[in-house]
């Protein structure tokens, strides 16, 4: 388990800065938009893949703390992966948010949400950007 | 005035949750005891179909269902309870007075007027409405204060021919009650009609239908004490005999015969084909007779003071914003400066409160209030200064730390 006072840290440290957040305008990148039909959190991410691997990803749009942060974590975890590479840390990021055994090696900062689990109104906040994510990666494996 | 600290004993909610800030009630009430009771009394001791039933218990609950027409008519004071439509609730009532205007009433190029900040339900039935006889939506132009304009609103008559006015009495996002009766004569002046979605106002400011001469007026139940699943529509009477069923089956129909024509029962019965909630009708009948007791002029003065109250406390934060300074209807719309809402409202959560965020289904109010999400807290009857007070509190401290803190 990580440090409480880390996890804010890393939060509010990719809340307020995050590296990832800017909108693309290069049509090698593909994009999925996902919004939430429940609250504001509307997100659009862009991916640029190559030879099966991911060689850039970025991210924009009006997110919560929870949303920011958890896609701009993704998209640095995921960026120089290979699609299989990043598509099995995105399964351990689904188990740690469902409350299943995980490898905590393979998410790094996005140990961060490992109790997000228990706040159930705000789990969905946390997979806005990863399922966006998750949807370009499988557009590139097809 | 009546005493708050008696009505919150009637609320098994609030006995059951005694350390619960319930500031949601204009997505949905708490109910009190005497109607869940109804609702129960139903299932336990008077389960039946109604009119079908050759027998006692079916005959003495069809009356009741018929005799809450009645108590509903006078509570709104409709001319007769004919004008009463039992339906599912205000979003099925809307799309009823829509279909029925695209079918029978719009033709291409007339004008549909209503507005851009409001609730979904009132919105959508029209676009609907206008994809199907080719009429157009305008909308009435919003001073960002977000009041409603009546000048602005007599000039969308001009050089239109504007058929039908869609508008709520009582704006579900800012809790304004809008100028009913000078928006109605306005538009009847232009030989207009009027279709009124009182969702939020019906629940706290006392609804007279004639002295407001609207000629539509939807609303449902469970936003005003009683049970979900049931609305009404009321409409003037003559127009409810012009219009047609949007369903169609056992209950609203005399006679069918094989050349497939169809003997409808009279207004309002046509309209309400299948079984319908019985226990809804009801506990409905309940929750208005609870609503009559307390007086709605105190209803509707206890919710002006609550907004009041809570608008004032705000005003002296210096980390808050209010987009709705002098709300009436019970409703407050604030954000924590610099904290996206639903972070605030995670953290507010945390503490036992219970707040919307959102765009509270007007997704584009935003060009009104220039924000895209805010913190709706909705109060009601039940609701009390101190616990206002104890969301101030709460609010004074709410820091982006905090907030991320509520999830760690
Ligand atoms: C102004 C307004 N209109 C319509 C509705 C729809 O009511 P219901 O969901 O009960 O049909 C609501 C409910 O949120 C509302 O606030």
Redesign the interface.
Same mark, same amino acid.
């Given at each position: 388990m990580m440090d409480k006072e880390i996890k804010r840290e890393i939060m509010l440290d990719h809340y307020n800065h995050p590296n990832n957040k800017q909108t693309v305008n290069d049509e090698r990148y593909k994009s999925v938009h996902n919004a939430s039909d429940s609250c504001i959190d509307d997100i659009t991410v862009f991916m640029l893949a190559e030879d099966g691997k991911i060689k850039d990803v970025k991210f924009d749009g009006i997110g919560c703390t929870i949303c920011t942060a958890s896609t701009d974590i993704m998209c640095d975890l995921v960026t120089g992966k290979d699609l299989s590479e990043a598509k099995a840390i995105i399964n351990e990021y689904y188990k740690m948010v469902d409350e299943k055994p995980f490898d905590e090696d393979a998410l790094e900062e996005a140990n961060a949400f490992d109790t997000l689990y228990q706040q159930a109104n705000r789990i969905k906040c946390g997979t806005i950007g990863i399922r966006a994510i998750e949807d370009l990666i499988n557009e590139y494996d097809k | 005035m009546f005493d708050v600290e008696k009505i919150r004993k009637d609320f098994p909610m609030i006995m059951n949750h005694p350390d619960l800030i319930y500031f949601d009630s204009a997505a949905t009430s708490f109910k009190p005891r005497s109607v869940i009771d109804t609702v129960i009394d139903y299932y336990e001791h008077n389960n039946c179909n109604i009119h079908r039933g050759d027998y006692d218990i079916s005959f003495a609950v069809s009356k009741r269902y018929d005799d809450t027409r009645k108590t509903i008519a006078r509570f709104i004071n409709a001319k007769r309870p004919e004008e009463i439509v039992y339906t599912y609730g205000a979003t099925s009532s809307l799309n009823i007075v829509a279909i029925n205007f695209a079918k029978k009433f719009l033709n291409k190029g007339d004008v549909i007027l209503t507005s851009e900040v409001e609730h979904a339900s009132d919105v959508l039935p029209w676009f609907k409405a206008a994809e199907q006889s080719g009429a157009i939506i305008k909308y009435v132009p919003f001073p960002k204060s977000g009041r409603f304009d009546l000048e602005a609103y007599e000039k969308c008559f001009e050089n239109e021919n504007v058929k039908i006015v869609a508008l709520p009495h009582v704006s579900n996002v800012l809790g304004f009650i809008y100028p009913m009766k000078q928006i109605a004569a306005i538009a009847h002046k232009h030989g207009a009609y009027i279709a009124v979605d009182g969702a939020q106002a019906v629940p706290h400011i006392k609804m007279d239908v004639q002295d407001l001469d609207i000629d539509f007026l939807s609303f449902s139940s469970h936003k005003m004490l009683g049970p979900a699943g049931i609305g009404v529509l009321y409409g003037r009477y003559e127009l409810l005999e012009q219009m047609d069923p949007v369903f169609y089956g056992g209950g609203s129909n005399a006679r069918f015969y094989p050349d497939c024509s169809i003997i409808l029962k009279n207004t309002p019965e046509k309209f309400e084909a299948g079984t319908p909630d019985i226990e809804g009708v009801l506990g409905l009948g309940k929750a208005i007779e609870y609503l009559e007791e307390l007086g709605m002029d105190n209803v509707e003065e206890y919710g002006k003071q609550l907004a009041g109250y809570f608008i004032s406390k705000l005003e002296k934060l210096d980390n808050v914003t209010v987009y709705n300074h002098g709300a009436e209807a019970g409703i407050v719309t604030f954000n924590v400066n610099g904290i996206?809402?639903?972070?605030a409202a995670?953290y507010f @959560?945390k503490q036992g409160i219970a707040v919307r965020?959102? @765009?509270h289904c007007a997704k584009m109010l935003d060009q009104i209030i220039g924000v @895209?999400?805010t913190i709706r807290a909705s109060m009601y009857i039940y609701n009390t200064k101190d616990e206002i007070d104890r969301f101030v509190d709460v609010i004074k401290e709410t820091t982006?730390?905090k907030?991320?803190?509520?999830?760690?």
């Open positions: - | 996206f809402a639903q972070d995670g @959560n965020t959102g @765009n @895209n999400e982006l730390e907030c991320v803190d509520s999830i760690l």
